[in-house]
């Protein structure tokens, strides 16, 4: 089974800083994919970034990076730039490569304030 | 495209009462998935369809629990005889290629009295 541990419960940056959110992960696949997911206070969850195991290359969605080290597991998220809206959980999500299973394994989270 | 929706957004029940649950994908999303958040938790894998087929329900899913998912479009959840365990938000989401990641509705809050 696989395991994601975000062991952060909790993170502050200064407005237009630079934060970093770790996960890591336990599994014995190869091929696997990973997310990181943004839940504002009270609304829905969506997908802030994704990473293809395969690729070395890490993932860059505008101010969001991830550094992503399949040796060690460890899959962080960089945030620069930081705004006033990206205050909210941070889920770290992994997924196997299996095509018909495809269900999202979830961290606990992380809670990100902005401080203006 | 409008997105995922669930109705309702709050549900209150006494303990011992039937509750359920109703989730609209994005139309031309094939895959549709039930999760469990509580309080401070990342969501918990409930159960998950592929066009109208159940193909895996997880083991936190007592025989109270029901899901369906009638000619591959809406799904709903049910509980029976709810337990104040119960409480939580329900999430619902869909995808057409799930590697691509899914799209979340807002969810509903169940709370058992």
């Known amino acids: 089974a696989q395991t994601v541990t975000q062991s952060q419960p909790e993170m502050s940056v200064q407005e237009a800083e630079t934060v970093t959110l770790s996960c890591t992960y336990d599994?014995?696949?190869?091929?696997?994919?990973l997310f990181w997911y943004k839940q504002p206070p009270s609304r829905q969850m969506i997908l802030v970034i994704r990473?293809?195991?395969?690729?070395?290359q890490n993932a860059t969605e505008n101010r969001f990076s991830v550094n992503f080290q399949k040796a060690a597991k460890s899959f962080s998220l960089k945030i620069s730039d930081s705004q006033l809206g990206d205050t909210a959980m941070y889920f770290c999500a992994f997924m196997k490569d299996t095509g018909a299973n495809s269900k999202l394994t979830f961290g606990k989270g992380i809670t990100l304030s902005v401080r203006p | 495209d409008t997105g995922v929706s669930q109705n309702p957004r709050h549900k209150i029940t006494k303990r011992g009462q039937n509750v359920t649950f109703r989730c609209d994908p994005i139309?031309?999303?094939?895959?549709l998935y039930w999760y469990r958040q509580t309080l401070g938790q990342g969501p918990e894998f409930l159960t998950y369809f592929q066009n109208e087929a159940q193909l895996e329900k997880s083991r936190l899913l007592s025989d109270r629990f029901s899901a369906e998912r009638p000619k591959g479009s809406f799904s709903t959840l049910e509980i029976q005889r709810t337990e104040q365990g119960d409480s939580a938000m329900y999430l619902c989401?869909?995808?057409?290629?799930?590697?691509?990641?899914?799209?979340f509705g807002s969810g509903t809050r169940l709370t058992v009295v």
């Open positions: 989401a869909s995808s057409q290629s799930a590697k691509y990641g899914y799209t």
């Open positions: 139309s031309e999303h094939n895959r």
């Open positions: 990473q293809e195991a395969y690729k070395q």
């Open positions: 599994t014995s696949e190869n091929n696997y994919y």
